[in-house]
């Protein structure tokens, strides 16, 4: 089929002299184009074509043209018009079909609002299903149309909203540059610091060797000095003895030897009493806290309010067989407390600073483990559940039938409330890591990881995974989760994803970990404490036969295991049990 616009043979040019047979005598245009020269049986308006029988035939048939207006051979035009060899429109639809290379883009579907060739029309946009239309029959009224200012005010709107995006980056970018400039700034700092600490600690340490070495050298130099003017007195009367003895000279020789007796004893005792054992042989023993701080840490610190990628968790740790040695109890009630004591969480700030959560009496307390005794207490007046520490001077406790958490500080051995962070539910477990919250939830069961200002950064949906998860511990490697439901001590990365599950246990309650890498476990209808590996593929009991232990915390300075009992008796639930581990 012919297109308007298209340029016709040379044998229907402008050039050609009118008035020969040829021009008396039209024929098919579309076959004179491409084929052998037919008479013409008729005439498209729309196309402005003379046709041959086969192409008027066909011209109203086909889907693009069946709409056209056809004249016959009586009714047709006897000559090519002007208008037919040279249409008043040139033809500048070149773009190709993103579809079909090898077609142009001549149509456009009013319902699909859609650019077409004419394949795209014959298999996908019909005139029995769609509206279409050819491009230079509609073209003209887009030219100053409403859908012209509509469409280039709608690109401006956008060329400006990236200009403005790009811009805002741009900025905020440059501050994260700048913070990040700043965060080096500090890293060298708290570098420099520890750097000066350690300088501090090694003159200390310098010192005292050479404090000890100068002692040995004082003793030295009076043991040498005593001995040799020992020896030197000795010899003389000795020399004196033999001379006297020699010329026999009875009477002064008498006397000498009554003297070289006296005198031998005296210097037998001076001698025996100079200071030979108390000079020993030295070995240096590493602070016990430093190496345990620097096995432990896996970082200087963390870049807050960034998302941070973990590092690969740590191979699992054999568990080693542990010496156990009972170091007494802790009484907790105090004259405060209404009820027997149930103890559900507990921290330590310090070796000698036990912070704990008691539920029934609706109190935290902090206890003095070197004293064993209760040095203060702080009422809430509500359910307290689980504490963890924040800073060394600030720790945090979960409100669960306030939805909340508060903190509190420790100051001059006083605790007092501070600000409270509501939260999505009724929250229990609880523990702070690297400047991130890790809470879980019951009903329904889920694990949330908060920033400190409460900003959700991570939630896991309970599922297959937790139904009860009431107790939590972290380190920088994973988040430890005990399910008393679920039977399970789950592990997961700080992404939230399942890294390792163990089910050895009863029912587990309290969790803690030890300070290379493996965790204590309270199976609360066994009786007894288990530890874990890291990756929680292998168990051990380390104590056995207890009161219903419920929540434990395990202190790596002085390798001790603090837990509660959960009985309803006085007897074991007013008090804290102490074990060693070794």
Not at 109 to 126: G, W
Not at 168 to 182: H, W
Not at 269 to 297: D, Q, W
Not at 466 to 474: E, I, K
Request: net charge positive.
């Amino acid at each position: 089929m012919a297109v308007p616009g298209r340029k016709m043979p040379e044998r229907f040019s402008s050039s050609s002299t009118m008035g020969s047979d040829e021009d008396i005598k039209v024929y098919c245009q579309p076959c004179d184009h491409d084929g052998p020269r037919l008479p013409a049986h008729g005439y498209c308006v729309d196309c402005r074509e003379h046709l041959c029988q086969t192409c008027f035939t066909f011209h109203k048939r086909h889907t693009l043209s069946r709409h056209h207006t056809l004249l016959d051979k009586n009714n047709m035009p006897q000559t090519i018009s002007s208008t037919s060899v040279h249409p008043s429109q040139p033809d500048n639809l070149t773009k190709p079909c993103d579809k079909h290379m090898k077609e142009m883009i001549k149509f456009y579907c009013q319902n699909h609002e859609a650019l077409l060739c004419s394949v795209c029309v014959t298999l996908e946009h019909t005139r029995t299903s769609c509206k279409v239309n050819y491009i230079p029959d509609i073209s003209a009224q887009v030219i100053n149309s409403k859908e012209h200012q509509v469409i280039l005010k709608g690109m401006d709107t956008i060329t400006e909203q990236c200009h403005k995006k790009s811009e805002d980056v741009k900025k905020i970018t440059a501050k994260s540059n700048s913070s990040l400039t700043d965060v080096l700034a500090d890293i060298k700092k708290f570098r420099t610091e520890i750097n000066q600490r350690l300088n501090e600690l090694e003159r200390q340490a310098e010192d005292a060797a050479k404090t000890i070495q100068q002692e040995n050298n004082k003793n030295l130099k009076t043991v040498e000095t005593t001995c040799d003017d020992v020896t030197k007195s000795l010899k003389t009367s000795s020399d004196a003895i033999k001379h006297l003895n020699t010329t026999k000279q009875a009477d002064k020789l008498f006397m000498e030897l009554k003297l070289a007796e006296q005198m031998a004893k005296d210097y037998e005792k001076r001698v025996h009493h100079l200071s030979v054992y108390g000079v020993k042989e030295y070995n240096f023993r590493p602070s016990k806290a430093i190496s345990t701080l620097l096995g432990k840490e896996r970082s200087l610190g963390t870049f807050t309010e960034k998302s941070l990628k973990q590092s690969n968790p740590p191979t699992a740790v054999d568990i080693k067989t542990r010496q156990t040695s009972h170091q007494g109890k802790i009484c907790v009630k105090t004259s405060k407390d209404k009820d027997t004591c149930y103890i559900t969480g507990m921290t330590l700030l310090t070796p000698d600073l036990l912070i704990i959560t008691d539920r029934n009496n609706e109190a935290v307390k902090m206890v003095n483990t070197r004293n064993k005794s209760v040095t203060d207490q702080l009422q809430l007046d509500t359910v307290v559940s689980k504490v963890t520490s924040v800073t060394s001077t600030e720790l945090a406790v979960t409100l669960p039938d306030k939805q909340s958490i508060q903190f509190i500080s420790v100051s001059s051995n006083k605790l007092e409330k501070k600000q409270t962070l509501k939260v999505d539910g009724e929250c229990y477990g609880f523990s702070c890591c690297q400047g991130k919250f890790v809470v879980s939830f019951q009903y329904p069961a889920k694990l949330l990881i908060l920033d400190t200002n409460g900003t959700i950064l991570t939630t896991v949906r309970g599922g297959n995974i937790f139904r009860n998860p009431v107790y939590v511990t972290t380190n920088t490697n994973s988040i430890y989760v005990s399910d008393r439901n679920m039977v399970t001590i789950t592990r997961l990365n700080w992404q939230g994803e399942v890294t390792g599950s163990y089910d050895g246990t009863s029912e587990p309650r309290g969790i803690t970990l030890s300070d290379d890498g493996t965790v204590f476990v309270c199976d609360w209808e066994r009786n007894v404490i288990e530890e874990i590996a890291g990756d929680c593929s292998t168990g051990k009991v380390v104590l056995k036969d207890l009161s219903s232990p419920c929540s434990v915390c395990w202190c790596a300075e002085t390798s001790k295991l603090y837990f509660s009992c959960c009985t309803r008796e006085d007897k074991h639930d007013n008090f804290l049990q102490v074990f060693k581990l070794s």
